[in-house]
């Protein structure tokens, strides 16, 4: 990650919610090759960074005062896979999965960076969106 942005990130995030963003980042870079782009978050959002490959969005995490989130975008096809495994996620998850609205490009899950135990959550859905390119 670009340093300027850890110190700017360190001034707006706590430092166990910049360890769940880091450590969240570590392992997506060790099971995917994918372009990550810094920019500027939309709405109260001050930094977005997003992980995209062949046009195709992975993820984006999001950052502003107090607060880290990710957002996971399943599709149709996703939501089917993540349905069918839904015992393998934890009940806290399946239930912001059910509460989430479903619009016409899928359900869009914003997952705060509040609990270390939504890691594992977080890597298998990602693995339902993209079959890890390495590993």
Same mark, same amino acid.
């Given at each position: 990650?670009?340093?300027?942005?850890?110190?700017?990130?360190?001034?707006? @995030?706590?430092?166990?919610?910049?360890?769940?963003?880091? $450590?969240?980042?570590?392992? +997506? *870079?060790?099971?995917?090759?994918?372009?990550?782009?810094?920019?500027? !978050?939309? !709405?109260?959002?001050?930094?977005?960074?997003?992980?995209? %490959?062949?046009?195709?969005?992975?993820?984006?995490?999001?950052? $502003?005062? *107090?607060?880290?989130?990710?957002? +996971? +975008?399943? !599709?149709?096809?996703?939501?089917?896979?993540?349905?069918?495994? $839904?015992? *393998?996620?934890?009940?806290?998850?399946?239930?912001?999965?059910?509460?989430?609205?479903?619009?016409?490009? !899928?359900?869009?899950?914003?997952?705060?960076?509040?609990?270390?135990?939504?890691?594992?959550? +977080? @890597?298998?859905?990602?693995?339902?969106?993209? %079959?890890?390119?390495?590993?």
């Amino acid at each position: 990650m670009n340093e300027q942005i850890v110190e700017n990130l360190k001034e707006i @995030i706590s430092v166990e919610t910049l360890d769940i963003w880091t $450590k969240l980042n570590e392992e +997506i *870079d060790a099971l995917y090759e994918m372009d990550t782009t810094w920019g500027k !978050g939309f !709405g109260d959002w001050v930094y977005e960074y997003k992980y995209r %490959r062949g046009g195709k969005t992975l993820c984006t995490f999001y950052a $502003k005062k *107090d607060v880290a989130n990710i957002l +996971i +975008i399943l !599709g149709k096809a996703e939501r089917e896979k993540f349905e069918l495994q $839904k015992d *393998d996620f934890s009940k806290e998850i399946f239930s912001l999965y059910e509460q989430t609205k479903t619009f016409h490009d !899928g359900k869009w899950l914003w997952i705060p960076f509040d609990n270390v135990l939504k890691f594992e959550d +977080i @890597i298998g859905m990602l693995k339902i969106k993209r %079959r890890p390119n390495r590993k």
